[in-house]
């Protein structure tokens, strides 16, 4: 029983992205601000897939840099949605890890964000984020930080 459980739950998970009625491509510039620390410039990219006209799976990294320090993260989550008039505003929790690396050293932990934002639509098949603000909580070393902030905006392309 345990066998045929299995495989029926990885025949559904592989035939999640035959589901998709739409994905999103998203690519942008970012701005964090670590709580306590500086406020660092740097890109964010993300792929969701749509499979309810509610709801979809995102997949988010993003990299920042400030006078020889990087931190880059890659998270994956839910997005909730709605669009009505051009617009499309959405939220998401997303969960993943994150590599802060400055001077020689390097650490690894878990990252969060809770947040969301707005699309707007430009073209057929083109939309503005104009605002995406994230709520960021990391865990390094076990030393959690939950006063971080990251607004995204850029460009996302639907097909």
């Not at 590599?99 to 964000?113: A, E, N, P, V």
């Amino acid at each position: 029983m345990r066998k045929l459980i299995s495989v029926a739950l990885l025949f559904c998970l592989a035939s999640l992205p035959a589901l998709a009625q739409k994905a999103e491509i998203f690519g942008g510039y970012q701005l964090t601000h670590f709580d306590g620390g500086p406020t660092s410039n740097g890109w964010n990219a993300a792929l969701t897939g749509n499979f309810l006209p509610f709801l979809g799976v995102t997949a988010d990294f993003s990299g920042v840099y400030d006078s020889g320090t990087h931190f880059y993260t890659y998270t994956f989550g839910p997005e909730v949605h709605a669009r009505a008039l051009g617009v499309k505003p959405f939220a998401h929790a997303l969960f993943g890890g994150g590599t802060f690396s400055s001077g020689g050293f390097s650490s690894t932990g878990f990252t969060t964000y809770l947040g969301g934002g707005a699309d707007v639509k430009i073209a057929p098949a083109v939309s503005a984020r104009l605002a995406q603000v994230d709520w960021m909580t990391t865990r390094f070393s076990g030393v959690t930080d939950r006063n971080n902030i990251r607004y995204s905006g850029g460009l996302v392309l639907r097909f």
